[in-house]
């Protein structure tokens, strides 16, 4: 008997695997040509580059995941039903095998025109934008992905590879040795001990020991499409929400973008578990979804993005300006955009690193919160970042303790996460107290802790510790080429009248708003002095940013 689709799949797969009229189809022809296929046909490979599109005019043909025991079914496709997902959008190498199954007669298009006609077509860039994203997140969630990822939840590594594969929409198969029965098939068939986990299986061939990030990135070839020939217009350090609506803004607009990111599209806000208070989502979204969108947005414009590679140096004593990356490559740009944000404040504990990624987390998401289950959890922070963590977590752990130094969470923190946190019984305040000491093996095993008013310690027998306090900027790469102020955070505009001689400024007007000491140079979102730490603050000092950087562009 047929499977009986519910109202709410059938209209997630007609907007998935939809059907284009003749007219829809007709206003594809300009950019392709006729091809005429064969039954067993194979039109595109995992690992592919510029894998064509193809529309269905007559004949039929089927998407698989080949796999490590022959291949996995993911859809047929149809007279009048196009191929393709998110890769198209992004450059990156195919994930899925393409064969004709029935002979007929195929449109074929570049990658290339595809993205000019998605630029153009409003009608069709909606149709091909919501079909990609979907098919991508269908692939998530069925783990139809060219990686397979073998790991423990003891392992630091391990998560930190699996942070990586979901934060970056990586569609991948996650095998827990800790669980699962069939795990040492899969170790004794690749010749892989224990001892050597996490272990990556790329494409179903290459093994890769305790990868680093850049050696997983690498694998799967996420930065095969980026060069560095070319002199860009505009070059994006970070990818969080202040650098991705740069790279949505200046890529709609013309330029020739590329974003720069040491591990995930995101920054701190990707790893919020729900964002409430952005404008235009009143039922919120989280971090890393917001994060997938812009991303894809971006993408869609034309903007390039370099994953897993941090910058080095920033060379600026020539023009175009230099930025050294740690994969050996050196990015040219005639402006740049700093976009490289904060990263959280860690306490002064001895043992603080052991225990990172084996009980002690910067970043709440649903990987977390697995790891966590009904333990009890501490977080340590007064934000809104923390507060949003105590919330969701207080969703599974049996209890959320939340340490904060000052004696009021509303200095800092939004109104409505607040009476959340205020009205929740699983969630306990405990103010001006601090964190003095952590225990354990190979995991942590108990957190001692200070209160500041009666200076009281305690000890407690909790494994699951998440700090999100403070935030110091990630500007170390910077050698001294731009003024900052004395937090490290970069001085932009006006803040910079008092030192601006001594940066021997070149130009005869003065810097723009966001502008550093050095022309042409931006600072946008948290690494800028200054800066309103929320979401839609950053994402609005991103997109003015573009239409300085047009300023300064007009005057090289």
Not at 383 to 399: D, F
Not at 438 to 464: C, F, M, P, Y
Request: with cysteine.
């Amino acid at each position: 008997m047929a499977t009986q689709l519910t109202p709410l799949f059938a209209d997630v797969r007609g907007e998935a695997f939809p059907v284009l009229t003749a007219d829809q189809i007709n206003r594809l022809r300009p950019f392709s040509k006729v091809r005429k296929v064969e039954v067993g046909d194979i039109l595109f490979e995992p690992g592919d580059s510029d894998i064509p599109f193809f529309v269905l005019l007559s004949g039929s043909m089927e998407i698989v995941q080949p796999d490590l025991h022959g291949e996995r079914p993911i859809v047929k496709h149809e007279a009048g039903q196009f191929t393709g997902e998110i890769t198209m959008i992004s450059g990156r190498l195919g994930l899925v095998r393409g064969r004709v199954t029935a002979a007929g007669e195929f449109l074929e298009m570049s990658s290339e025109d595809l993205r000019t006609l998605v630029a153009r077509d409003a009608e069709l860039s909606e149709i091909f934008m919501r079909a990609f994203i979907l098919r991508r997140v269908t692939l998530i969630n069925r783990g139809l992905g060219n990686v397979i990822l073998m790991g423990s939840r003891h392992s630091a590594k391990t998560l930190r590879l699996r942070e990586f594969l979901t934060r970056n929409g990586h569609p991948h198969t996650y095998v827990d040795l800790d669980t699962d029965t069939s795990a040492q098939e899969l170790l004794d068939h690749f010749q892989v001990t224990t001892e050597e986990i996490p272990v990556v299986i790329c494409n179903n061939h290459t093994v890769l020991r305790s990868p680093s990030i850049q050696e997983l990135a690498t694998c799967l070839g996420l930065n095969a499409h980026i060069t560095a020939a070319e002199v860009r217009d505009l070059v994006i350090v970070g990818a969080g929400p202040s650098g991705l609506a740069a790279a949505v803004y200046a890529a709609s607009e013309g330029l020739d973008v590329l974003v720069i990111e040491a591990e995930s599209p995101g920054g701190q806000a990707g790893s919020s578990s729900r964002i409430e208070n952005y404008l235009g989502f009143p039922m919120g979204i989280s971090g890393n979804e917001l994060a997938g969108r812009a991303a894809a947005q971006a993408q869609k414009f034309g903007a390039k993005m370099l994953i897993a590679n941090n910058v080095m140096k920033l060379n600026c004593k020539r023009h175009p300006y230099e930025l050294t990356v740690d994969c050996g490559q050196t990015i040219r740009a005639r402006t740049v955009v700093i976009a490289s944000g904060a990263q959280y404040n860690k306490p002064n504990i001895d043992n603080l690193k052991k225990f990172e990624g084996q009980g002690i987390y910067y970043g709440a998401t649903y990987i977390e919160a697995q790891l966590c289950g009904k333990d009890e959890v501490i977080v340590v922070g007064g934000g809104n970042s923390a507060g949003q963590a105590a919330v969701y977590l207080s969703q599974t752990a049996s209890k959320v303790h939340m340490l904060v130094r000052a004696n009021q969470l509303s200095e800092t923190m939004s109104r409505y996460l607040i009476q959340r946190i205020e009205e929740n019984p699983a969630i306990e305040m405990h103010y001006r107290t601090e964190i003095i000491g952590i225990d354990g093996g190979a995991q942590l095993e108990s957190v001692t802790w200070r209160d500041k008013n009666t200076g009281e310690t305690s000890t407690h027998d909790i494994r699951h510790l998440f700090i999100m306090a403070g935030a110091s900027p990630r500007t170390d790469w910077l050698n001294g080429c731009l003024a900052l102020d004395s937090k490290g955070f970069i001085l932009t505009g006006r803040d910079l009248d008092p030192v601006l001689q001594t940066y021997r400024w070149s130009l005869p007007r003065v810097p723009y708003m966001l502008e550093t000491s050095l022309p042409g140079v931006f600072a946008v979102g948290d690494v800028r002095s200054g800066n309103v730490k929320r979401v839609a603050s950053a994402v609005g000092e991103g997109s003015i940013s573009i239409y300085l950087v047009h300023r300064a562009l007009a005057e090289l």
